[in-house]
């Protein structure tokens, strides 16, 4: 069903990044003087130490949304008390652009991390599943024991991870490096995210791995064995691409 709207703009359209730092321009300049706070689009997050603070900034963005004709929703908006110490009352970490905020460091929210591995998920059943379950299979990409898609899978993940198709011992890069850029924040407790990230990746890589060649042995073809974690660290594929890795290179920039 097609329709045509009579206000706001297509999804996804990147006009709507530089009409919303137009519009909100002066509501920055507002809250700056109140206290920190971050913006990204139409997505905001402020904090104070006193409740009084909080509650004139939150007038500010109302009386702001009045001028220019924009609204709050409502149901994505919420003022809470921030502490280190676990309470009924209070959060111990915030959520901001992806970004899990602690006491003791900076992690990678919950909800970015399972986009993440859905990435991960996605990736690896393109390359390794996708024309082997269709009987389209090349059985020259196999060969000798080495998977070419396999290797294609790991080169895609370079790109996900580095923005580019690796990261050579010294640190060096040799292309876009904004993902890079990005985990260069995370620091303190949340490397743990990263790990766990890491973890996982390496478990999808050999679970998706494991049914490509249960269903290339339906096939006929016997030449390939199941990679194994150890192999994807030091075998003949090069290193597995590593968050842990990324943001060590990261923090050198």
């Known amino acids: 069903k097609f329709y045509t709207p009579d206000r706001g703009l297509p999804p996804g359209a990147t006009i709507s990044l530089f009409l919303a730092n137009a519009v909100n321009l002066e509501l920055d300049s507002k809250l700056a003087g109140l206290g920190p706070h971050i913006r990204f689009s139409d997505n905001m997050t402020g904090c104070a130490s006193d409740e009084a603070t909080v509650r004139r900034m939150w007038e500010e963005i109302e009386a702001h949304g009045e001028r220019a004709g924009t609204s709050i929703k409502a149901s994505k908006s919420r003022i809470f008390r921030f502490s280190p110490v676990p309470s009924l009352d209070a959060e111990s970490d915030i959520h901001v652009l992806g970004a899990r ?104 890589v050999v679970r998706y791995h494991g049914y490509r060649c249960q269903v290339l042995r339906g096939l006929g073809v016997t030449n390939i064995e199941p990679v194994t974690k150890q192999a994807l660290l030091d075998g003949p594929y090069g290193r597995c691409p590593s968050f842990v890795r990324a943001w060590r290179v990261a923090r050198r920039y």
Do not use: W
């Not at 992690?107 to 996708?130: D, E, M, N, P, Y």
């Not at 090349?138 to 396999?150: M, T």
């Open 101 to 204: 905020i602690m006491s003791d460091g900076v992690g990678i929210a919950a909800k970015s991390q399972a986009k993440l591995v859905s990435r991960f998920t996605t990736l690896a059943s393109l390359h390794l599943l996708l024309y082997p379950q269709r009987g389209q299979f090349n059985r020259a990409r196999v060969h000798g024991g080495y998977d070419e898609d396999l290797a294609s899978l790991l080169r895609a993940l370079r790109r996900l991870l580095y923005g580019t198709v690796d990261v050579d011992d010294d640190g060096g890069i040799d292309d876009d490096v904004r993902p890079l850029r990005m985990l260069a924040a995370v620091e303190g407790s949340g490397t743990a995210d990263l790990r766990a990230l890491d973890g996982k990746l390496l478990d999808t």
